[in-house]
């Protein structure tokens, strides 16, 4: 059974906001949308999201680090959401393992929102229906972009290709291979709802910097050097001016 889902590498992630934006841009003019805002620049902004990015510092000083974590919906294999829906509104596709919501049969009680554990699901204040990352379902089956954009959103706009989309339940899948060789990991495990997407951890990359690399080639001392010198017997330029 195939289980399309999000690989996140926390290594490269430099939270740009990249996947954020480019997310609300395709999906607020799709299906999903619009997914409205409120008071944007103002005191007290709101607007719905699929995907959002938080920022922390860990460690303790001086050796500290700041992490930029993406969360969005994990589209779990057992979706506490789903069952607890009293219209059937969500519901789990057999044929690629998405997560969806049919916002004909919503009523915005928001059941999915309170068992869902990460907090991946928000109510759109307009509509008051709620919404969630659909994996750019419109896209990534769209037979008309090119083979290489049917790819989730966030994906393509990825500066650092900390995002990998593919199928984790094939052992050759680009998403699978990242999980085995770098100890990708899901999200909360105990709560026994089998996220679909994993995080690759931060690790510490090791480099290598040669003698001849630690002085760098346009050095201006090296330049300065090379430089006609005056005499010593010439008069300096306070001799010559009067301040």
Same mark, same amino acid.
């Given at each position: 059974?195939?289980?399309?889902?999000?690989?996140?590498?926390?290594? #490269?992630?430099?939270?740009?906001?990249?996947? #954020?934006?480019?997310?609300?841009?395709?999906?607020?003019?799709?299906?999903?949308?619009?997914?409205?805002?409120?008071?944007?620049?103002?005191?007290?902004?709101?607007?719905?999201?699929?995907?959002?990015?938080?920022?922390?510092?860990?460690?303790?000083?001086?050796?500290?680090?700041? #992490? %930029?974590?993406?969360?969005?919906?994990?589209?779990?294999?057992?979706?506490?959401?789903?069952?607890?829906?009293?219209?059937?509104?969500?519901?789990?596709?057999?044929?690629?393992?998405?997560?969806? #919501?049919?916002?004909?049969?919503?009523?915005?009680?928001?059941?999915?929102?309170?068992?869902? +554990?990460?907090?991946? @699901?928000?109510?759109?204040?307009?509509?008051?229906?709620?919404?969630?990352?659909?994996?750019?379902?419109?896209?990534?089956?769209?037979?008309?972009?090119?083979?290489?954009?049917?790819?989730?959103?966030?994906?393509?706009?990825?500066?650092?290709?900390?995002?990998?989309?593919?199928?984790? %339940?094939? +052992?050759?899948?680009?998403?699978?291979?990242?999980? @085995?060789?770098?100890?990708?990991?899901?999200?909360?495990?105990?709560?026994?709802?089998?996220?679909?997407?994993?995080?690759?951890?931060? @690790?510490?990359?090791?480099?290598?910097? %040669?003698?001849?690399?630690?002085? @760098?080639?346009?050095? +201006?001392?090296?330049?300065?050097?090379?430089?006609?010198?005056?005499?010593?017997?010439?008069?300096?330029?306070?001799?010559?001016?009067?301040?």
């Amino acid at each position: 059974m195939t289980q399309l889902a999000l690989v996140i590498d926390l290594n #490269v992630c430099v939270g740009c906001h990249a996947c #954020v934006t480019s997310c609300k841009e395709w999906n607020t003019s799709g299906p999903a949308g619009p997914l409205s805002d409120s008071d944007p620049y103002g005191a007290n902004p709101s607007g719905t999201f699929f995907n959002r990015v938080q920022t922390f510092e860990v460690g303790t000083f001086p050796n500290t680090a700041t #992490v %930029h974590f993406p969360k969005s919906c994990l589209h779990c294999e057992e979706p506490p959401c789903v069952p607890v829906c009293p219209t059937g509104a969500s519901y789990k596709r057999k044929e690629d393992g998405i997560v969806l #919501v049919d916002y004909d049969k919503c009523i915005g009680c928001e059941y999915c929102s309170w068992a869902c +554990p990460y907090g991946a @699901r928000e109510i759109d204040a307009k509509q008051k229906v709620m919404k969630k990352c659909t994996l750019c379902v419109d896209r990534i089956y769209s037979t008309t972009l090119p083979e290489a954009d049917r790819r989730p959103s966030c994906v393509m706009a990825c500066p650092t290709s900390a995002r990998l989309f593919g199928d984790v %339940h094939d +052992p050759e899948s680009v998403v699978s291979k990242a999980i @085995r060789e770098s100890a990708g990991y899901a999200l909360m495990p105990e709560w026994g709802t089998q996220p679909a997407n994993h995080y690759l951890p931060r @690790r510490k990359t090791t480099m290598t910097i %040669h003698e001849d690399e630690l002085m @760098r080639v346009d050095n +201006p001392l090296k330049i300065d050097g090379k430089l006609p010198k005056p005499s010593k017997q010439q008069p300096t330029l306070d001799d010559s001016t009067s301040w």
